[in-house]
């Protein structure tokens, strides 16, 4: 799910939306103890507003956990923040900007940043979070990443640009979920470049050049029902109000690791927040299936792993059944933890948590790595 939630500007851009910024933190819990999401993007928050969801949706039986990327720096934005009702908060949560929320446990994260120009209202800023990616670890790693891209043609392309360069858009290893506010229509208009079309697949009418499936390409509201997707578009409901409606809001998936349906819907905001809107934009909604084959005993995973002292090792699976990129990624994340100084001493490293795995290192007369995970699965890793 994605939703821009206007928290740090309500009641200064739009007087018709509710001043109070806690009440969208109980419409937004409400909405995903609800529907029960694995991702949420957020956009345009306070950090201090997904503290609160999260505390809430902890209570509500659907844990989720965060990583916040700081986009709006001024002091209006830190004086309104520091002003949701209800609790005392951390000076460090005062601040605006996008979040990513999965389902717990969420193995590490990183926020992207630009410098292009961007602005709140009159206050200029140097730097702005333009991205954040989380790895989850259950049923399965899988990457999700939140954006929220300029409305100027030529700095979305920049920032595409970069963001495409970190995130390996072209051709993601990993299962990938990219969501957020786009600030572009599906197709182009009024002779303006096509800048969503590096994202949407050949599959798709127009066709584009990327890799990706757009949950509401097949014009499905039903997660659930059994007809195909027969025809694709690049269209879906609108999710940004103004004086002409439109789709800028995204949920896409890689087509490599997901299913060919998915459906979407949206979430009518008419009246949630004090008998007004809680926010400008539209909570989008999205369903995909995972789809990918397991490797089987024995098989040496292609993607190549560095130790924490930087030298090259190949992960095999031992035991059970595991797609090779989870199994790669598992076995990353631990050197990197294992560099991060998560088991220190001499000798081996470990044992140390990785999500639902268990991993640790022989000493350097027997080196080479191991996880393990309930159920018997066991993957190994050795140094060339």
Request: proline share 7%; net charge negative.
């Amino acid at each position: 799910m994605t939703y821009n939630a206007l928290g740090i500007m309500r009641g200064e851009v739009d007087t018709e939306v509710e001043p109070g910024r806690h009440m969208v933190v109980d419409f937004l819990s409400a909405q995903i103890a609800q529907g029960r999401p694995n991702v949420v993007g957020l956009q345009e928050v306070c950090e201090s507003q997904v503290t609160l969801l999260v505390e809430a949706l902890s209570e509500l039986g659907h844990p989720m956990e965060y990583a916040f990327g700081p986009g709006q720096h001024s002091e209006r934005v830190t004086r309104e923040c520091s002003d949701v009702r209800g609790r005392e908060d951390a000076v460090d949560e005062h601040r605006g900007g996008m979040a990513l929320l999965v389902r717990e446990p969420m193995l590490t994260s990183v926020v992207y940043t630009d410098t292009s120009s961007y602005r709140v209202g009159d206050d200029p800023l140097d730097e702005a979070a333009r991205g954040i990616c989380a790895y989850t670890a259950e049923p399965t790693t899988v990457r999700a990443c939140v954006a929220h891209m300029s409305s100027d043609s030529s700095e979305f392309t920049a920032q595409f640009d970069a963001l495409n360069l970190q995130w390996q858009l072209d051709d993601p290893m990993l299962p990938t979920i990219l969501l957020g506010d786009f600030n572009a229509t599906p197709t182009p208009t009024d002779g303006e470049p096509d800048l969503m079309s590096r994202l949407y697949s050949s599959e798709v009418t127009p066709p584009g050049t990327g890799i990706f499936r757009e949950v509401s390409e097949c014009g499905r509201d039903d997660p659930t029902a059994a007809d195909g997707c027969t025809q694709r578009s690049r269209s879906g409901p609108w999710t940004y109000l103004s004086q002409n409606p439109r789709k800028i809001d995204y949920v896409f998936v890689d087509q490599e690791h997901f299913g060919e349906v998915v459906s979407s819907r949206v979430t009518i905001d008419e009246a949630e927040c004090g008998r007004m809107r809680c926010s400008d934009h539209r909570m989008l909604w999205g369903w995909a299936s995972l789809s990918y084959e397991a490797a089987e005993p024995g098989t040496v995973c292609e993607a190549i792993v560095m130790t924490a002292a930087d030298h090259p090792a190949e992960v095999t699976v031992r035991q059970g059944e595991v797609p090779c990129f989870e199994a790669t990624r598992i076995m990353q994340e631990y050197y990197l933890a294992l560099g991060d100084g998560a088991a220190p001493g001499i000798g081996g490293g470990g044992p140390v948590e990785v999500g639902p795995w268990t991993c640790v290192s022989g000493p350097a007369t027997e080196p080479g790595s191991s996880c393990v995970r309930d159920g018997g699965a066991r993957i190994e890793a050795a140094i060339w």
